[in-house]
């Protein structure tokens, strides 16, 4: 297990550099603030108390008596962690990435059943992948950002990467560098692709970005990071590492800027050798610059070499070393945090650093079992990865079990170097299951029952023990929350959860939208079917909550995105056979389905495409600027990037989505569009016409449709229609039971 003495001293450094003289300093005032805003009806009814221990042993205690609950801890994140344990095992009401479950108005808080003491089993709790801020937050305005800290705050988490504004201070490095205005806007990306250029892997995409907008989101990061530092969370800000415009040595004659070649079809940034003069300058201008914007941090992250890139002719040793003597000049006691992802860090990097001021996530383990990290990191501390979503991708599923008893396992055992959990999904807003399964097993010490668990999550997630609401949830954990990491690429590059083919590039023959999803199920379609009945079937007086709403709409999409699995092979069965009228019926029902999806979606607020665009025209500044930042908002999720990156990186649909708009007007449109090439195929004997599906996505990249982001329809009515239309509505799957009960009685 993680050494006490590592503990402290990693906790200590924490508090000593998350909150610099000058910045906002963690207070009761702002954790109480949170609970104000999640819960109006219940805040009064806590009693909040910091209380830190000599040792620096964090910790959250939880006693009191019915409406008056004190919860005391060693940290604000801690006692906010202890408010949530209060009211997921005391109170059994939820707050939830999607949703809100607090009891009806007046509630009177039970008392604690008992007073409880829970000491932190790790110094850190961290959250977000760097591609969050390109598939979720790159639009974000200050009051969505302030719901996405307040639910990690009550989930425990104490460091959090802010990547927003690392823009200005390129533009401001590069400038002291000797770079024009206009050529340094022109590399630098704009907001919804910018975190794989801090992460080397491109640059100068639908440029050029403006002055104003990287000042708009530098004053943006700095209220966020203020947020972050008033409740005691370190703010992971983006450390210098050398990416440099493939023309910097013919600005900087003799410096050595070594070429990366291309990611994904992307021309990717220079690197420049750590152990040249220029390094050390453009390093100190970056920090400096940094500091007077955002002030310091106890965390940087820096990726080298992310999915490709080399060194050439740079020792990675030496290297390594110089980036991290920059970072400890300008930020003593600094940590350099490192993801582990396919065949980085290499060892050779890491053999010339100081390791405890290294943190590694490792965001494999749900994907590839891999029990050997400590002696692969060379005992640097590290964390146990969350990652179950790429691409905010909408897909239900996560591997629990490697969450719920691989990692207590591996992190309890003699000379773990474990040092806590990392909440690494691509996007938010999905699997609030898996997020609440997660959060909570940075406080566990032992395997945790699952099924026991998700009995628990069951009740508070709607408020009262329903029979219906506990099977559905049984479903669910056995089905699309029972994979495990094998290791197996047939499930997925980069994903053990299946998107939906009516995201796919349309073709008969295709597996899946995503190319790095997979495809294959890690279940049986037929075995998830049976939670749409269930929830359908809860009690009417649980159906009013958020939560309810939100996992009605869910579980309805993912079995609709299911059947689409088995309708596909029958619709190319057929085609082949030539069967016009079985091939018109079939057609004609997909792009039903496709429509009664839609109008599910739109019920839901966590799945419009209006929502996700509504935050784009207050970040603009002329109507040209609109349009750059609508396209860079709408590509991400369609085509990604240009042609190249789209088709020959084979980019497109990696953030593919099911969301009301999306379906209707990019998804719909192309399925229409292929059976109509399909049918007329069929009719004239010739081969079907081609289709440009990347034209036709850029098309939709640059329109103007305006998208609502306000809710339509009722989200069980049209939940209850979809059931109908696969014959899963409770009354149907009633007479289909009995039906199948007397056909095998009257087997003989």
């Not at 790429?390 to 309890?412: E, I, Q, S």
């Amino acid at each position: 297990m993680f050494s006490k003495r590592i503990f402290s001293w990693l906790l200590v450094c924490s508090l000593a550099l998350c909150c610099p003289a000058g910045f906002a300093q963690p207070s009761i005032a702002a954790a109480k603030g949170v609970l104000n805003r999640l819960m109006p009806g219940l805040a009064s009814q806590f009693e909040l108390v910091e209380s830190p221990r000599p040792d620096h042993q964090d910790y959250f205690r939880i006693s009191g008596t019915a409406g008056h609950i004190r919860v005391q801890g060693g940290t604000i994140p801690t006692l906010l962690y202890g408010v949530n344990w209060y009211l997921k095992y005391d109170a059994h009401l939820q707050i939830s990435t999607n949703g809100l479950q607090l009891g009806a108005p007046g509630l009177v808080l039970p008392a604690p059943s008992q007073t409880l003491e829970k000491p932190a089993v790790y110094p850190w709790r961290y959250a977000l992948n760097q591609n969050v801020d390109g598939y979720s937050a790159p639009y974000w305005d200050q009051k969505r950002w302030q719901r996405e800290i307040d639910v990690l705050a009550m989930s425990g988490t104490n460091a959090v990467l802010i990547e927003r504004g690392t823009d200005l201070v390129l533009y401001k490095t590069f400038r002291d560098a000797g770079y024009s205005d206009e050529a340094i806007r022109h590399w630098i990306t704009e907001p919804a692709h910018q975190n794989w250029q801090l992460m080397g892997n491109m640059c100068c995409f639908d440029e050029p970005i403006s002055l104003e907008l990287m000042k708009k989101r530098a004053r943006s990061a700095q209220k966020l990071i203020a947020m972050l530092r008033s409740l005691g969370i370190t703010p992971v800000l983006t450390g210098y590492y050398g990416i440099v415009p493939a023309d910097f040595a013919s600005l900087h004659p003799g410096a050595h800027v070594v070429t990366q070649g291309e990611w994904n079809g992307f021309t990717r940034p220079g690197w420049l050798d750590p152990r040249d003069p220029q390094f050390e300058k453009l390093a100190q201008s970056f920090y400096r610059h940094q500091h007077d914007l955002y002030g310091d941090s106890a965390i940087y992250n820096m990726e080298v070499f992310q999915e490709g890139g080399g060194a050439g002719n740079v020792p990675v040793s030496e290297a390594a070393q110089k980036i991290q003597q920059a970072l400890m000049r300008a930020h003593p006691g600094a940590i350099w945090m490192m993801m582990a992802w396919q065949k980085a860090p290499s060892q050779e990097l890491l053999a010339s650093l100081d390791l405890s001021h290294v943190l590694i996530a490792d965001i494999e383990q749900g994907r590839i079992p891999r029990d050997d990290r400590d002696k692969e990191f060379r005992g640097a501390p590290w964390l146990f990865g969350g990652l179950w979503e790429f691409g905010g991708r909408t897909t239900m599923g996560a591997p629990l079990y490697d969450y719920a008893v691989r990692f207590p396992t591996m992190a309890h055992r003699k000379g773990s170097h474990i040092a806590g959990t990392a909440l690494f999904t691509e996007g938010l807003d999905t699997n609030p299951f898996a997020f609440d399964l997660y959060t909570e097993m940075a406080w566990h010490t032992a395997p945790v029952n699952l099924p026991h668990w998700t009995e628990e999550y069951a009740t508070r997630r709607y408020g009262a023990k329903d029979a219906h609401a506990q099977e559905a949830w049984q479903i669910l954990l056995k089905t699309a929350y029972s994979y495990r990491a094998d290791g197996d690429l047939k499930h997925g590059e980069r994903d053990a959860s299946q998107d939906s083919l009516f995201n796919a590039q349309p073709s008969l023959t295709t597996l899946r939208a995503s190319h790095s999803s997979p495809d294959v199920m890690r279940y049986k379609a037929e075995d998830l079917a049976p939670a749409l009945t269930q929830l359908l079937e809860v009690a009417p007086s649980l159906r009013t909550t958020e939560t309810y709403r939100y996992d009605l709409v869910d579980v309805a999409r993912q079995v609709m995105a299911n059947e689409a699995r088995t309708m596909l092979p029958q619709i190319k069965a057929a085609y082949d056979a030539k069967n016009k009228a079985a091939f018109s019926q079939l057609t004609a029902e997909w792009l039903h389905r496709m429509r009664l999806q839609n109008d599910l979606l739109r019920t839901s607020e966590f799945f419009l495409l209006g929502r996700w665009l509504s935050y784009v025209p207050p970040w603009a500044s002329s109507p040209d600027e609109l349009d750059r930042l609508n396209y860079d908002a709408r590509s991400i999720l369609t085509t990604w990037g240009d042609r190249k990156a789209s088709e020959q990186g084979h980019l497109h649909e990696y953030s593919n989505r099911d969301w009301a708009g999306l379906t209707s007007d990019y998804y719909l449109p192309r399925w229409k569009m292929y059976f109509d090439s399909l049918s007329a195929s069929l009719a004239t004997n010739e081969p079907p016409k081609p289709i440009d599906w990347y034209a036709f996505g850029d098309r939709w990249n640059h329109g103007h449709h305006q998208y609502s982001a306000r809710l339509e329809g009722d989200s069980y009515k049209a939940a209850l229609a979809i059931a109908r239309d696969l014959r899963l509505a409770p009354d149907q799957a009633t007479d289909s039971a009995t039906q199948s009960a007397k056909e095998q009685e009257s087997k003989p």
